[in-house]
């Protein structure tokens, strides 16, 4: 039999952090010549989270993308999360290193499927995660994110049925928080389910008295093991506030680069799952900072969205900015 994989661990940076690389040099460099900002998102490699403007969850990525000044927006993320730079800030030329870096859990609700839902079920509110396309979030009545998801749902008028797409993961830790009952759409993200209460109790195993934390798209049985469950960002402000010196984190493993950088002093595990000894994303992972530094000097590949469903898509994520306030 094959053994489990043990879990990665991440012991603090060395002080001073890590120096930059002639590649990253090159990329800053263009950067200003081309008045781009680059955005990034907490998953992303370490090199790409060294040079970015800005490092964050998706929620603190849209207010950062609807208020950026630069001519050129550079996401490092996925497909979604550009897009909706694209949607808050239509002015800017928004350029995404891979336009292969998609998102099963997008992809886990077509438009068409949605629309046909609605038309069936026409007195639903629906309420869609963040992680859906723009043709999606046009369809939808508001937006949220891992870091507001309650706070929105909480706002939702009371004699509304809701429908919550496309995470059922996310969307149950919701109902149960918020005790809201709701239709959850049948879509998972494929890497947060592949952590398993066994992978995370032999990781609590081998660190005893290791606090946990989870990205609430894991599965329940993997969410009830955990001491806190929350958003990307919070993790941040969560391991700032441990005692402990080692922590594991229950998430795509490019999180625990930033943790590195905000948190120093602490030892970050990196959940394994049954067959990995870290977690990462396929498609976050499909930017490099060689593409980041090509799609600079090419201007290419852009987003670009029809302007009908752009301006549909804005008005549930505009509730959404609003709401989360
Ligand atoms: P956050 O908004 O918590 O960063 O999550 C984004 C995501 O894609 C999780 O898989
Ligand atoms: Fe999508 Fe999951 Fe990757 Fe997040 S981690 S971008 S939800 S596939």
Same mark, same amino acid.
């Given at each position: 039999m094959i053994p489990y994989p043990t879990a990665t661990v991440f012991p603090p940076l060395p002080a001073g952090g890590l120096p930059l690389s002639d590649l990253q040099r090159e990329v800053l460099a263009l950067k200003q010549e081309k008045d781009a900002i680059i955005l990034a998102h907490n998953y992303q490699c370490e090199d790409i989270q060294g040079i970015a403007d800005f490092v %964050?969850?998706? &929620? %603190? &990525?849209?207010?950062?993308?609807?208020?950026?000044?630069?001519?050129?927006?550079?996401?490092? %993320?996925?497909?979604?999360?550009?897009?909706?730079?694209?949607?808050?800030?239509?002015?800017?030329?928004v350029l995404l290193p891979d336009l292969e870096a998609g998102c099963s859990l997008a992809d886990s609700c077509p438009a068409e499927k949605l629309a046909a839902l609605k038309a069936a079920q026409p007195d639903l509110y629906v309420v869609a995660y963040i992680n859906c396309s723009a043709a999606v979030k046009a369809l939808c009545d508001v937006i949220v994110t891992s870091g507001n998801a309650s706070k929105i749902v909480n706002k939702v008028p009371a004699d509304r049925p809701i429908l919550f797409v496309p995470d059922q993961n996310l969307g149950q830790w919701v109902a149960q928080k918020t005790g809201r009952a709701m239709q959850l759409w049948p879509g998972n993200c494929y890497a947060h389910v592949q952590f398993t209460p066994g992978a995370l109790l032999r990781a609590k195993a081998a660190h005893p008295g290791a606090p946990v934390v989870a990205h609430p798209e894991c599965t329940e049985a993997v969410r009830d093991l955990a001491d806190m469950v929350c958003s990307t960002e919070l993790m941040v402000e969560w391991s700032r506030q441990q005692q402990a010196d080692t922590l594991i984190v229950t998430t795509e493993s490019g999180m625990i680069h930033r943790l590195r950088r905000e948190v120093p002093n602490k030892t970050f595990v990196a959940a394994p799952t049954d067959r990995c000894a870290c977690n990462e994303c396929r498609f976050m992972k499909l930017n490099t900072l060689q593409k980041v530094r090509d799609c600079l000097k090419n201007g290419t590949p852009e987003i670009t969205l029809p302007e009908p469903v752009r301006v549909a898509a804005e008005v549930p994520l505009r509730r959404m900015l609003e709401w989360s306030r």
């Open positions: %964050g969850d998706s &929620l %603190g &990525l849209a207010y950062k993308a609807a208020e950026a000044k630069s001519s050129t927006i550079v996401f490092c %993320g996925v497909h979604f999360m550009a897009e909706t730079a694209k949607i808050v800030n239509p002015s800017r030329r």
